[in-house]
C-alpha cells in the first residue's frame, strides 16, 4: 500500500518535471532561433550601393572609338566612345574614366558642291560602368557643321584668273591680258563647282564634349 502511494505520487511528479523541461528546451530553442534570424536580417539590410544622381548640364569628355565622316556615315550608324575623364559627383567617384559611351548617327548632310556645308548629329545613348555591369541610358548630343570654304573658293578662282591674264599677255598683249583673265577665272569657277566643301570628319581618338540633357541616377558599389 505505501509503494503504491509512492508510485502515485512520484509518476504525477516525474510527468510534471519533464513537461518543465520540454517547455524550457523550446523557449530556449525559440530564443536561439530568435538570435540567428536577427543575425540574418542584420546582414540582408546591409546596404551594397549608394545611389549618386549626375545632374543634368553635366559635361562629359569623351574618347572617339568609332571615326565619324559626314561624307561616309549614314543615320542610325552606331558611334562608340569612352569617357576620357571620370565623372565625380560630391567628390566621390560616380563613372571612372574608360567607361564605355554608345551613340547613333541621328542626322547627316554630306557637303555639296559651291552650296550646303556639311553637318552631323550623333545622340550618345547609353554608358556601362568601367569594371562594374551596371549600364545607364543617358541623353548627350554632339552636332557640328563644317567650316565654310568661300575664302578657299574664291583663291581657287583668283588663282585661275592670275594664271589666264598671265598667258594671255604674254600672248596678245593687253586685249589677250583680259580674254586670258576671263578664261582662268571661268577655269578655276569650274573647279570650285566640281570640288565639294568641307566634311564634319573626326578620326578615332579625338576628344569629343557632350553635355547630359537629363540627370542620371548612378549606384556606386560601397567599398
Known amino acids: 500500500m505505501k509503494n503504491n502511494r509512492l508510485l502515485h505520487v512520484a509518476v504525477p511528479m516525474f510527468l ?8 524550457q528546451a523550446d523557449a ?28 543634368a548640364g553635366t559635361t562629359l ?8 565622316d559626314s561624307g561616309k556615315n549614314q543615320v542610325e550608324d552606331a558611334v562608340n566612345a569612352t569617357l576620357a575623364d571620370a565623372v565625380s559627383v560630391g567628390g566621390t ?19 555639296g558642291k559651291v552650296k550646303g556645308l556639311a553637318s552631323m548629329t550623333v545622340n550618345f545613348t547609353r554608358v556601362s560602368a568601367a ?20 575664302g578657299a573658293d574664291a583663291a581657287k578662282i ?5 594664271a589666264g591674264a598671265i598667258i594671255g599677255g604674254a600672248l596678245g ?4 591680258a583680259a580674254k586670258g583673265g576671263a578664261i582662268g577665272a571661268g577655269a578655276g569657277t569650274g573647279v570650285v563647282l566640281a570640288t565639294k566643301g568641307k566634311q564634319v570628319a573626326h578620326a578615332a581618338g579625338t576628344m569629343l564634349k557632350v553635355t547630359l540633357k537629363n540627370s542620371v541616377d548612378v549606384k556606386v558599389p560601397i567599398k
Request: aromatic share 4%.
Open 16 to 23: 510534471l518535471l519533464a513537461a518543465a523541461c520540454a517547455t
Open 28 to 55: 530556449d530553442k525559440a530564443a536561439s532561433g530568435d538570435v540567428v534570424l536577427s543575425k540574418a536580417a542584420n546582414t540582408t539590410a546591409a546596404p551594397k550601393f549608394r545611389e549618386y544622381t549626375v545632374p
Open 61 to 68: 569628355s569623351l574618347t572617339l572609338v568609332t571615326a565619324i
Open 93 to 111: 567617384e560616380v563613372l571612372p574614366a574608360g567607361s564605355s559611351v554608345s551613340g547613333i548617327v541621328t542626322a547627316v548632310k554630306d557637303s
Open 131 to 150: 569594371g562594374r555591369d551596371d549600364r545607364y541610358d543617358i541623353d548627350a548630343s554632339y552636332s557640328e557643321t563644317a567650316n565654310t570654304s568661300k
Open 158 to 162: 583668283g588663282v585661275g584668273a592670275g
Open 173 to 176: 598683249g593687253k586685249s589677250g
